[in-house]
Every structure is written in C-alpha cells, then in structure tokens.
C-alpha cells in the first residue's frame, strides 16, 4: 500500500504565500517524477508543475515564475512554494508521483487525495 499526505492547504489573500507539502510513503521501491496538479469544480484536473529525480523542473504557464517546486527524494516528499497567489489560484490540489512497488514492476502514477487552497480577500 503505498500513501500521500498532502498538507499546507489554506485560505490566504490574493499576494500572500502558501507552501504545500506532499510525502509518499509505504511499501515503495521507488518514486520518479513527482508533481502537483489542480482543479476546479466542473473542470478538468490542469497541470501546475513537476520535478524529476535529477532535479529538472518544469511549470504550467500560469504559474511560472510565481510557484517552485523542489523535493526531497531521500523523504519521498514534494514541496510546492506558492507566491503571489491569485483568486484564479483558488482550487484543489493533487499531488502525484511516478511509484515503483517492486524492482521488477513498472512505474505507476499515484495521486494523492488532494488538498484545498482558497485565495480570497
């Protein structure tokens, strides 16, 4: 069984910061690419950003050069620094990562169970 606890969600003001936090643990062999993903009611889950083992970063347009990514791979744990959030920021977001449970078994994508972030004055 493998599990995400996501934590960090909240309600901020439009320019304030929130850090979300992501840790996968369980019955792993490996994690790969890690990211974070959002949505909204009546919309499909978007893309926000991931982070590859090796440190390779990449970002949605919308949230570049306002949000980092980072990861600590010894935890199994991503991060998502989150600044200058907008209202359009306001959705639930899902953290997902690449998990091998075996030598032998191919990478799979797990999501966790996501967590609300509300930005609003």
């Known amino acids: 069984q493998v599990d995400f606890v996501e934590s960090g969600g909240g309600l901020v003001q439009p320019g304030g910061s929130l850090r979300l936090s992501c840790v996968v643990s369980?019955?792993?062999?490996?994690?790969?690419?890690m990211g974070w993903y959002r949505q909204t009611p009546g919309k499909q889950r978007e893309f926000v950003a991931h982070?590859?083992?090796?440190?390779?970063?990449e970002y949605s347009s919308a949230v570049k050069g306002r949000f980092t990514i980072s990861a600590d791979n010894t935890k199994n744990t991503v991060y998502l620094q989150m600044n200058s959030l907008k209202p359009e920021d306001t959705a639930a977001y899902y953290c997902?990562?690449?998990?091998?449970?075996?030598?032998?078994?191919?990478?799979?994508?797990?999501w966790g169970q996501g967590t609300q972030v509300t930005v609003s004055s």
């Open positions: 369980g019955s792993i062999f490996s994690v790969g690419v």
């Open positions: 997902n990562a690449d998990v091998a449970v075996s030598s032998t078994s191919v990478p799979v994508v797990m």
């Open positions: 982070t590859t083992p090796g440190g390779t970063t």
